[in-house]
Every structure is written in structure tokens, then in C-alpha cells.
């Protein structure tokens, strides 16, 4: 792909740099918080389950700005962070946390409905055989429910890769730093003779997006084909 520039590829590293961490870091709290709502019923568990959803249905601007009040430097939590060194705002690690949050809900939503089709019986039977609360997970549960694991994370990662309105919101649009392919189109849509540049990443981010969708369907067939031969 030498029609990219430099910078474009820039764009394109930075990109996969943030939707990967932004997975990685939404994966372990997203598999708790589908556990607890799809297993647990308690007072607030309708609350639960709608801030888990909020930022599916708000706006993603509302969502950045939430979060800049939340973790920009002067912000509730921010300002405690940058004292020891952690800072989020204007930062990639920023753009990383804006799109775990926008790509949580659905990362949820995919592992609640697997945990939901497991047959609690089979961990039952675990638990009475000796095992732990947690082996039961770990050697019952996780094994059924690893294609919805890993649709969950892709989806959570293709969310990622094209996130906007809540990035640039809370990290704004700073070359090298939160410029992503979604901003590095709107950056090129705003200026003279900017068409090609932004068609070159269009097509980038199309190609992205497809290869992690087909990547999760194999993923996750392999996955099911496993579990069926345990």
C-alpha cells in the first residue's frame, strides 16, 4: 500500500494501537459485568444493566464530555490521576478508554446472551463434584462460552476502530497523538483537495472493519466447533 503516506499510515498504526488496547483493557470487566447481570439478580440490577447500555444509545459527544469531566485533568478522578502520573485527556491512552466505553455495551451484550444459553446444570453437576465457584467458571462455563467471548471482543474492537464523536470530544484531534482513522477523515473532509485522502482511509477503514467481522466469524465457529468436541 504505497499510496498511503506517512502520515496516513501513522493514522492507520495508531488506530489498531488504540482499538487493540481499548479491547484488552474492556475485555475482563465486560466478561464480569455480563456474568453479574446474566447469573445475579439484586437491588440495582436494573441500574446496571442501563449505565452498561448508555453510551449505546447516548450521544457520543455526551459521552466525551462526560468523560472529560470525569478524567480530564481538572476532572473528578483526572486531576487525582495526574497527580501520580496517569493522564488520559488529550492523550491516545484517552482515545483508548473513550472507545472501551463506547464499544462496552456490546462487547456485554454478546457474552450475557452465551453465559444466559448455558445449561446450569452442567455447573451444578461441577459443584457438586467439589469445585469452586471460580474452577466452575474456569473449566465449565468460559469454555461454553468462548465464541460469545471472542464475537463480544471483536465487536468491542471494530467498535473501537471506528469511534468518533466521544474521541474526539474528550482527546480532541491531535496528529500523532488521538488522530484516528475516523478523524483523520473528518481532518481531511474540512480541507481544499482533501477527497483522496479521505477516500484512501475510507477504503482502509472498510477493509479493517470487514476483515475483523469475517475474523470474528471464524473465530468464533472454530471456538463453538471446540467446545462441541470437548
Known sequence: ??????????VVGLSLRVALWATLGSLPVGLFVAWILARKRFWG???L?????????????????????????????GEWLADIGIVFAFRWTGAA??????GFPLMVRAMRLSIEAVDRRLEAAAGTLGA???MVFLTVTLPLILPGVVAGAILGFAKAMGEFG????FVSNIPGETRTLPTAIYTYLNVPGGDAGAIRLTLISVALSLAALL???????????H???V
Open 1 to 10: 500500500m504505497n499510496w498511503l503516506t506517512p502520515e496516513e499510515w501513522q
Open 45 to 47: 440490577h436494573a441500574l
Open 49 to 77: 444493566n442501563a449505565l452498561t447500555h448508555l453510551p449505546l444509545i447516548m450521544p457520543p459527544v455526551v459521552t466525551g464530555y462526560i468523560l472529560l469531566i470525569l478524567f480530564g485533568r481538572r476532572g473528578v478522578i
Open 97 to 102: 478508554l473513550a472507545c472501551a466505553v463506547m
Open 132 to 134: 469452586s465457584p471460580i
Open 166 to 169: 466521544a474521541t474526539i470530544t
Open 215 to 225: 475474523v470474528s466469524e471464524w473465530l468464533a465457529r472454530r471456538a463453538a466447533r
Open 227 to 229: 467446545v462441541g468436541g
